[in-house]
């Protein structure tokens, strides 16, 4: 609601220091709860693009692999486009 | 019936761990429960100024640990509540004078005559808050809507999931109502999904705490004139199973009180 009342008077949504914080939570946490940090999931991100490239033609840029969280359940989601024909074609 | 063991922690310092075992303490007592107050925090003792039984000291719980005194010589009890028991720390040793086994055993022995032991645990995560969850048949976990402390109340409620101590239960304390309301601070929906742990209670900020802190007369005395007061009572009475509503936080915002005054009822 707040979103599209400064989109209406042509201002930049600033988030609250409040969602900030939350948002810095919820990263933290992950990281601290998997002991996963930031530059091994980069390396995770990387190996896992090698073997499925090994495989089948993915997107390599636009790999993203992060945390999710259930209640107290963390997983790691990685997603990974496909290069299909027609995706080749729109590039 | 054998007591309740409930011990509450934070894992950071200064979240109000001492304030909510002293008022909790208070509530339970005058809501009819025979209550041990436990002040575990060994070489840094707080309990006692707060509920203001600092100058009827005559042993403490490393006295009975290490054989000095019975159990019973330790407890001091409260003049004002007849079933409310103070067993406070010694302030001249440290931590290592306790194991978790002592503990253990020191709950066991008060079991019996009382209805809840609440533990005052000492902050951190070494060897004071392991002999402080060691007893515990259930814990409380502190925390103030800040980012440093719900971190730290993140890592002790993984610690203590590890020691198959948990569930673990949630009080966030201090939140100030207007500031959330800004959107300036945590607030209690965002703290309970980051942490995904069930919540006993919240108790807003109020200055009240402090002075009735350095009058040694817990807030929970009085809990008729103030939402912190009543938040210890009703915290007391989830603990007994009762299913008491939250309270809301503030009273009627802005276009609330516009809207009364257009159209008063």
Known sequence: MMKFFERLLGRRYEPSSGEVAKERLRLVLAHDRTSISPALLDTLKDEIITVISRHVAIDAESVQVTFSQSARESRLVADIPLLTRRGRRKR | ?265
């Open chain 2, 1 to 265: 019936m054998t007591a309740r063991v409930i011990t509450v922690t934070s894992g950071k310092g200064g979240v109000g761990k001492t304030t909510i075992v002293a008022n909790l303490g208070v509530a339970l007592a005058m809501q009819g429960q025979r209550v041990v107050i436990i002040d575990a925090d060994v070489g840094l003792r707080n309990l006692d100024l707060m509920v203001g039984l600092e100058n009827r000291i005559v042993y403490d719980l490393v006295d009975v640990i290490e054989g000095r005194c019975r159990l019973r010589q330790a407890l001091v009890r409260d003049k004002r509540l007849s079933e409310l028991f103070l067993l406070p720390a010694a302030q001249t040793r440290d931590k290592s004078a306790v194991q978790p086994d002592d503990m253990v055993r020191v709950c066991e022995n008060l079991q019996e005559q009382h209805d809840f032991i609440l533990i005052d645990s000492p902050a951190g995560i070494e060897q004071g808050f392991r002999y402080a969850i060691a007893p515990a048949g259930e814990i409380l976990i502190v925390t103030n809507p800040e980012i440093p402390a719900v971190r730290d109340a993140d890592r002790v409620i993984g610690l203590i999931e590890a020691e198959e101590k948990g569930p673990a239960r949630l009080i966030i304390n201090r939140i100030k109502p207007d500031v959330v309301r800004r959107g300036e601070m945590l607030d209690i929906a965002d703290v309970i999904e980051l942490l995904a742990v069930d919540l006993v209670g919240v108790v807003p900020e109020d200055k009240a705490i402090l002075t009735t802190a350095n009058r040694g007369r817990p807030l929970a005395f009085s809990s008729d004139n103030s939402l912190a007061g009543r938040a210890f009572h009703n915290i007391a009475r989830r603990l007994q199973g009762e299913d008491v509503p939250f309270q809301p936080l503030h009273g009627p915002g802005m276009l609330e009180r516009i809207r009364r005054f257009v159209r008063p009822e």
